[in-house]
């Protein structure tokens, strides 16, 4: 792959199977005429509408509201600083890793905005009475689409394929960690109301469970973020491999505990809907408690699924994987990695 280097432009000739086969070029504004910085700036327009929607008409009222306005704030404000960092050419004085930070985001910032697309105006829009501010609500949600589906073009576009030399965070077990971490913040959020687990030993283990797996899939996350997987007192394949099997083994507990505790009579448990007077009507801006545990059920077996599909991986043969990046010495004298993407 011929690759040509200036002190602040970097242009790469490719004709990878993204469909971006044509040259990358970083720390110039022709950057923003290639199809990945068009896709970016798609994503800053369709966050920026959505929240300047919302913000305009006072439509985010309630944690609910309140979390869709942070996601599409959130996703406009990195998105902006990925731009302005490739325009500028300032990869390598990022602090972060720059083979793994952007296409993290971007797989972060898909799962926000698809969140926000579902849970905002089933929690929300739907209560509001029509008008200007339904409008906009609407308007925002259709929006909030729109850059859920850019992001998740993001990420398929710059995902690793197998032979490519790459970040671990653009391979597919480092996707699923993403995946992992973003379902465990989910269930935090149905989780927050205690009185669905206190009390109950079962249900504070499974609560345990999610907090534990989180906290270690965060760490292999920011080890990579960071490019200091070195400092682990173990090679970092073992260390994933052994952290995909724990985990494993303790959502499997959680998916068996949770229902079990939650629905089951003979457990405490509330079997039907209908019972809990929670959910005896419709309640804007809020989840009744019924509802969240369900959710949470549902959660965990997403959650547990991706940690199946990430212990799988861990036992293909690297032959099939896409080859992890060589040791620091190997960048360039102006600190990048010239990577096929």
């Not at 149905?190 to 999610?210: G, K, M, R």
């Not at 990579?224 to 507990?253: D, K, M, R």
């Not at 929670?278 to 509802?291: L, T």
């Amino acid at each position: 792959m011929p690759v040509t280097v200036t002190r602040t432009t970097i242009t790469t000739t490719t004709t990878s199977s993204s469909g971006l086969g044509s040259p990358t070029i970083v720390g110039s504004p022709r950057a923003l005429t290639q199809p990945l910085g068009l896709l970016r700036l798609l994503q800053l327009v369709s966050t920026c509408v959505a929240f300047s929607l919302v913000a305009s008409v006072g439509a985010w009222t309630g944690s609910m509201g309140n979390w869709s306005m942070f996601t599409w704030c959130f996703c406009f404000s990195v998105t902006l600083i990925i731009l302005i960092v490739e325009l500028c050419g300032l990869q390598a004085r990022f602090p972060l890793s720059w083979r793994n930070f952007p296409i993290t985001f971007a797989c972060y910032a898909a799962l926000f905005c698809l969140s926000a697309s579902i849970i905002y105006p089933t929690t929300y829009v739907q209560f509001l009475s029509h008008g200007r501010s339904r409008d906009h609500a609407i308007a925002a949600t259709f929006f909030s689409c729109i850059a859920c589906v850019a992001y998740a073009t993001e990420v398929a576009w710059t995902r690793a394929r197998p032979g490519e030399i790459t970040g671990y965070m653009a391979t597919v077990p480092g996707l699923l960690k993403v995946l992992e971490t973003f379902v465990a913040c989910i269930i935090f959020a149905f989780i927050s109301d205690t009185n669905l687990y206190q009390h109950q030993p079962a249900l504070e283990w499974c609560v345990a469970v999610y907090a534990i797996c989180f906290i270690l899939a965060a760490v292999a996350i920011l080890l990579n973020l960071g490019e200091c997987t070195n400092v682990l007192p173990i090679p970092f394949p073992s260390f994933l491999s052994g952290l995909a099997l724990l985990s494993v083994l303790l959502y499997a507990t959680a998916l068996v505990l949770w229902p079990l505790y939650q629905f089951d009579e003979k457990y405490g448990g509330q079997p039907q809907r209908s019972r809990d007077v929670s959910c005896s009507r419709s309640h804007a801006y809020y989840v009744c408690g019924w509802d969240r545990r369900l959710a949470v059920a549902i959660l965990t077996a997403i959650n547990l699924l991706a940690f199946l599909a990430q212990l799988k991986f861990h036992f293909v043969s690297s032959e099939l994987l896409p080859q992890l990046p060589p040791p620091p010495s190997t960048l360039d004298p102006e600190g990048f990695f010239l990577m096929q993407i």
